[in-house]
């Protein structure tokens, strides 16, 4: 027991990194008609050795004197010629794109603001061009889904709703319910209503999925006399989805929202979200029907699975909580 226990959260290790892979984020101004800057902050997963060059790809620009900054931060400036209408901002790795988004922001002399969220396999984006309706909400909607499915700390207690929920029904309705509650403040952090300390809300998450846990474990315990979350799973999906919804807003906030299309990439970055959740949903539960028709499975190994993942969920966020308090302090 104690052994098929170790090597499972030895499985589950990567899950420790909850949601550290922060893009790549790169901040182009214009300063004047032909005085361009360039900015850029690398997250702090990234190696030394993996730290790409960025600079501006074209011929109508030319680079003034040597990049400047430090490990991680970086700034350089350009001579462009007058007028210029678009350019390439290009992201060099040296060997390959550790699996890393980019965020670039192009502030023109003008006011305007274009915002470009892109996946890892582009390295090559193009400013000046502008952005179509249509590309904000691709643009914004797979940035929902890509988060939610690395976010491990949201799935985690999603899964712990699964788990707490007793028939289709009542999980359509706690997930209805943390949906409701994690958009009211995804849009109220967003929109700079409500300030909370990042660290803190990271911390509370990590507690919300301890609750579930120790919640689960001792219905599963004592069945004559069902702890609160058990009762009550819709109330307490949404209330802790409040908390979780200030989590989504912190990557959101890095993300950055276009200058003229705020409210629209927020519905389209929550739209991405519950897609992304409603997938690991669909396959949570597709897992457990190919399990439970199994007779032989189900009889002998799904009890002990049952709580293996109970202990894990349990110990993964346990240790996310202790290393989130010491961050804190």
Same mark, same amino acid.
């Given at each position: 027991?104690?052994?098929?226990?170790?090597?499972?959260?030895?499985?589950?290790?990567?899950?420790? %990194?909850?949601? =550290?892979?922060?893009?790549?984020?790169?901040?182009?101004?214009?300063? &004047?008609?032909? !005085? #361009?800057?360039?900015?850029?902050?690398?997250?702090p997963v990234m190696t030394p050795?993996?730290?790409? *060059?960025?600079?501006?790809?074209?011929? &109508?620009?030319?680079?003034?004197?040597?990049? &400047?900054?430090?490990?991680?931060?970086?700034?350089?400036?350009?001579?462009?010629?007058?007028?210029?209408?678009?350019?390439?901002? !290009? #992201?060099?790795?040296?060997?390959?794109?550790?699996?890393?988004?980019?965020?670039?922001?192009?502030? =023109?002399?003008?006011?305007?603001?274009?915002?470009?969220?892109? +996946? $890892?396999?582009?390295?090559?984006?193009? *400013?000046?061009?502008?952005?179509?309706?249509?590309?904000?909400?691709?643009?914004?909607?797979?940035?929902?889904?890509?988060?939610? %499915?690395?976010?491990?700390?949201?799935?985690?207690?999603?899964?712990?709703?699964?788990? #707490? &929920?007793?028939?289709?029904?009542?999980?359509?309705?706690?997930?209805?319910?943390?949906?409701?509650?994690?958009?009211?403040?995804?849009?109220?952090?967003?929109?700079?209503?409500? !300030?909370?300390?990042?660290?803190?809300? =990271?911390? %509370?998450?990590? *507690?919300?999925?301890?609750?579930?846990?120790? =919640?689960?474990f001792f219905a599963r315990k004592?069945?004559?006399?069902?702890?609160?979350?058990? !009762?009550?799973?819709?109330?307490?999906?949404?209330?802790?989805?409040?908390?979780?919804?200030? +989590?989504?807003? /912190? /990557?959101?906030?890095?993300?950055?929202?276009?200058?003229?299309?705020?409210?629209?990439?927020?519905?389209?970055?929550? #739209?991405?979200?519950?897609?992304?959740?409603?997938?690991?949903?669909?396959? /949570?539960?597709?897992?457990?029907?190919?399990?439970?028709?199994? $007779?032989?499975?189900?009889?002998?190994?799904?009890?002990?699975?049952?709580?293996?993942?109970?202990?894990?969920?349990?110990?993964i966020s346990t240790f996310w909580?202790?290393?989130?308090?010491?961050?804190?302090?």
């Amino acid at each position: 027991m104690i052994k098929s226990i170790i090597v499972f959260l030895l499985l589950l290790a990567p899950l420790s %990194l909850s949601d =550290e892979a922060r893009p790549v984020y790169i901040e182009i101004t214009e300063n &004047s008609e032909t !005085k #361009i800057g360039v900015k850029w902050k690398l997250p702090p997963v990234m190696t030394p050795s993996d730290e790409p *060059l960025i600079y501006i790809k074209s011929d &109508s620009c030319a680079q003034d004197g040597n990049t &400047s900054g430090t490990r991680l931060l970086g700034s350089s400036e350009y001579t462009c010629k007058p007028a210029l209408q678009n350019f390439l901002i !290009k #992201i060099d790795y040296p060997r390959s794109n550790p699996a890393l988004t980019s965020l670039v922001v192009y502030k =023109e002399i003008g006011g305007s603001v274009e915002q470009i969220f892109s +996946g $890892p396999e582009k390295t090559e984006i193009l *400013l000046g061009s502008g952005k179509s309706f249509y590309e904000i909400a691709k643009q914004y909607i797979l940035a929902g889904v890509e988060h939610i %499915l690395i976010g491990y700390d949201h799935l985690l207690f999603v899964l712990c709703l699964i788990l #707490i &929920s007793k028939s289709t029904r009542t999980l359509i309705y706690a997930v209805t319910g943390f949906t409701m509650a994690h958009s009211i403040t995804l849009s109220l952090a967003t929109m700079n209503l409500i !300030k909370v300390r990042t660290e803190l809300v =990271e911390l %509370l998450i990590a *507690l919300s999925i301890i609750i579930l846990a120790r =919640e689960i474990f001792f219905a599963r315990k004592n069945k004559l006399e069902p702890p609160l979350s058990i !009762k009550f799973p819709i109330s307490i999906s949404a209330f802790f989805g409040l908390l979780h919804g200030f +989590g989504f807003a /912190v /990557v959101l906030q890095e993300l950055g929202l276009p200058f003229d299309m705020k409210i629209n990439a927020l519905l389209f970055f929550n #739209i991405g979200v519950e897609i992304g959740q409603l997938i690991f949903i669909g396959l /949570v539960l597709l897992i457990a029907i190919i399990l439970r028709s199994n $007779p032989l499975f189900s009889s002998h190994y799904l009890p002990f699975l049952n709580q293996l993942g109970i202990y894990s969920i349990g110990t993964i966020s346990t240790f996310w909580f202790l290393q989130r308090t010491f961050a804190l302090i």
